[in-house]
């Protein structure tokens, strides 16, 4: 039986998310027969860990915060492992203007993209600029904040007159926004666990055109196949793109990598997750049971590999 | 609320850290405790077992009297037997939803409409028609154009809903010929209005044109009472006043939901109205929310940019503002809660996307400080971004505040969104 912290909520966007995530773990741990501290994040959160003493901390937040390397580099200052990733690897994931920068200088195939701070447009006077960008991108563009975990912030920009509206929007979630080349096709999600890719997932929207912040949280608005249907070859390219962000980035433990099928069978990788979701419709516990291990076997493997990680 | 991003979103407007104005709280904190403790107090000694017993579905005797006070206040004479006391007044939207509601039935509805009553026609599958309102109230003319076009499609609206006083978000009041007018369509098509008034008694000026209730005498119109905005939502105490026959099926829903009303609640009021002094705490909460009222508007007069448009309700707990079209109350949520202050984006008072960007802020749940304080740092981002968009577009309208000129005209026009703004791949 090992203490362990699990940490959730704090102020990030996916608050809520974060919480149901670690109700989720919490659950699967106490059945796994661990003694679970619940700790929704606040400003005790140095308080709590010292008064607990676990012997390690089970990040379930995500976004802000929980995701970006902000509470790693607490638990680090306090001596308690930690799930997942490690500090730099979560700053390098969670930005993602960052992320597609490496990701280019590796090779590793992305979406054509142009990032900006506010300070461009404020001061710089970056507007000037946005026809020779929308030109080289072509409708739709994509607008995201930079740092942003969920959809929230993402707008889609079908013509000139939309993308200033589309930039204040994405402006309200961080400082730095990037437009991105859209790519029409499959959305497909490789999650990777201890250094091997898990079967790929593909999200399959119902009803909208676009998948959105709302379909990928509620049951029944998005059907996932899981492992994704995909032509010969594409499901083991698309593992090893998304096994070879991953080492990029430098994740460990755990983390999802979310790639888009262009209808020309390209693929390009858009992201990575260093703390992907673990609810009931979330993609990672998904690949973990096509994979043949349940949820709660996934958590314990998570938990071991932290405690693996951790200096004796 | 209809979309899980904005429910998430206000999660986070919970955290002690954020003024809130976007509740839709009473401040309870002007109810003098030594009145609870004496109300308490009186149960205890005097009907304590009955205080913890079930009671009858259709409430206690004595809450229906304490009822008929406050409905006689506002001018209405309703029947004891056709009430209903239920936990709350939300339990009555419920109620009859449930009751009248068949999958893809029609209920037309305010747009905006009160929030709260977006995922309950959700859940039972309504398809919600929502008429514009201007500052008057719904508009009538399109309500009843509106009603010919569902005709022509053989389509029959299962009821009205309506918040004509103080309207819940849009804080406006429906005039009196327009309540005359809705009576009549009711009347002339045998349709079913809900009368929604929790605000009603909370009138801040000027005099108050007669329920739609007292003007159909309870034929067509269904009425919805609560004690949550003149005494506590804490009790969770309201009532339904509603002809036989839905009655009949509305009291079966309900019993088959909580079998009956809290009878300690219903004995609190009991042995709170027989002090006899409600009208007086009714009067001293008229009093503290007219200042705050009156504290807001200031507010947005002084910090909102002059492209802004905000309605001035006579009474009631809201202000619906109207921001420029590029503006998305959800998105700029998000940014006002990192300067920690929060309001209702405007999108959850639509079921079909409008309403992008408006915004529902509430004063009755802040002191005058913190409405000041809030308002300053909304109308901060607020111009934060208008500033934005200009240096976008090349656009450099200054965003300077300033009163508007002719309010409550246009605040209330919704345009109707492009699809481009519904976001989003996700990824």
Not at chain 2, 353 to 374: K, P, T, V
């Amino acid at each position: 039986m090992t203490r362990v912290a699990v940490l959730k909520g704090g102020r990030s966007l996916e608050r809520q998310v974060s919480l149901r995530s670690g109700a989720r773990v919490e659950d699967a741990l106490g059945r796994l027969g661990h003694d679970v501290v619940s700790i929704d994040v606040a400003l005790d959160l140095i308080r709590r860990l010292r008064e607990t003493e676990p012997e390690v901390a089970f990040i379930a937040m995500h976004g802000r915060d929980g995701e970006d390397g902000t509470v790693q580099e607490l638990l680090e200052i306090l001596g308690v492992p930690y799930t997942g990733s490690g500090v730099l690897a979560c700053a390098r994931a969670t930005d993602k203007v960052l992320a597609k920068h490496l990701m280019v200088e590796a090779g590793i195939p992305t979406p054509e993209f142009f990032a900006f701070n506010e300070t461009a447009f404020r001061e710089l006077g970056a507007a000037e600029a946005l026809p020779a960008i929308e030109e080289r991108l072509d409708f739709p563009i994509v607008v995201k904040p930079s740092s942003q975990g969920s959809a929230l912030g993402i707008k889609f920009a079908r013509s000139a007159t939309d993308v200033p509206a589309a930039l204040v929007a994405a402006f309200s979630y961080d400082s730095r926004v990037l437009l991105e080349r859209y790519v029409d096709g499959r959305d497909l999600a490789v999650s990777i666990l201890d250094d091997e890719p898990l079967p790929v997932v593909e999200a399959v929207p119902r009803d909208d055109e676009f998948y959105d912040f709302e379909a990928r949280y509620e049951i029944g608005r998005t059907d996932f196949a899981c492992p994704a249907d995909l032509p010969d070859g594409l499901t083991e390219q698309a593992q090893d793109l998304a096994l070879r962000t991953y080492r990029l980035l430098g994740c460990s433990g755990f983390a999802r990598v979310d790639l888009m099928l262009g209808a020309a069978g390209e693929l390009t990788v858009l992201e990575a997750n260093p703390i992907p979701g673990l609810t009931e419709t979330s993609l990672l516990p998904q690949a973990a049971e096509a994979a043949g291990m349940p949820f709660d076997e996934l958590v314990g493997r998570i938990l071991e590999l932290a405690l693996e990680r951790a200096p004796a | 609320m209809k979309s899980s991003a904005m429910r998430d979103l206000m999660a986070v407007t919970a955290r002690p850290e954020v003024i809130s104005l976007a509740g839709g709280l009473p401040d309870t904190s002007t109810f003098p405790p030594d009145t609870f403790a004496a109300v308490a107090q009186r149960i205890a000694a005097e009907s304590c077992a009955k205080a913890l017993q079930y009671g009858p579905t259709e409430g206690l005797d004595e809450t229906k009297d304490c009822i008929a006070a406050v409905m006689g206040a506002e001018g209405m004479q309703a029947d004891a037997e056709d009430v209903i006391v239920t936990t709350g007044g939300q339990q009555v939207i419920d109620l009859v939803a449930k009751t009248l509601i068949d999958p893809g039935d029609v209920v037309i509805a305010e747009g905006p409409t009160y929030p709260g009553a977006v995922p309950v026609f959700s859940t039972y599958q309504a398809d919600v028609v929502q008429v514009d309102m201007d500052a008057d109230g719904m508009r009538i003319d399109l309500l009843e154009e509106k009603l010919e076009r569902l005709e022509r499609d053989g389509r029959r609206p299962k009821f009205i809903y309506t918040v004509p006083s103080f309207q819940n978000p849009a804080g406006v009041t429906m005039s009196l010929p327009r309540r005359r007018r809705l009576v009549e369509v009711a009347h002339e098509r045998e349709l079913l209005v809900l009368e929604d008034n929790p605000y009603g008694l909370l009138r801040y000026e000027g005099e108050p044109p007669a329920p739609l209730f007292a003007l159909d005498g309870g034929v067509y119109v269904m009425y919805l009472g609560t004690f949550s905005k003149i005494l506590s939502p804490g009790i969770r105490l309201g009532w339904v006043v509603a002809p036989p026959p839905v009655l009949e099926k509305i009291n079966l829903g309900k019993q088959a939901t909580d079998l009956c009303t809290s009878t300690l609640s219903q004995l609190m009021v009991q042995a709170y109205f027989e002090r006899g002094r409600w009208r007086d705490y009714v009067d001293s909460l008229t009093a503290v929310y007219r200042a705050r009222r009156d504290t807001m508007l200031d507010a947005l007069a002084d910090h909102f940019p002059r492209q802004a448009e905000w309605t001035r309700p006579a009474g009631g707990l809201f202000i619906w503002a109207t921001l420029p079209d590029f503006i998305d109350t959800t998105d700029l949520l998000a940014r006002a809660l990192r300067d920690n202050v929060a309001f209702v984006p405007g999108e959850a008072a639509f079921l079909d996307g409008r309403g992008r960007n408006s915004m529902r802020l509430n004063f009755s749940g802040c002191d005058e400080e913190s409405i000041r304080e809030g308002i300053r740092r909304i109308g901060e981002v607020v111009t934060e971004q208008m500033e934005l968009y200009g240096t976008l577009t090349g656009e450099h309208e200054a965003a300077r505040p300033t009163t508007p000129e002719e309010p409550g005209a246009e605040v209330l026009r919704m345009p109707t969104p492009e699809q481009r703004d519904r976001r989003s791949t996700g990824r």
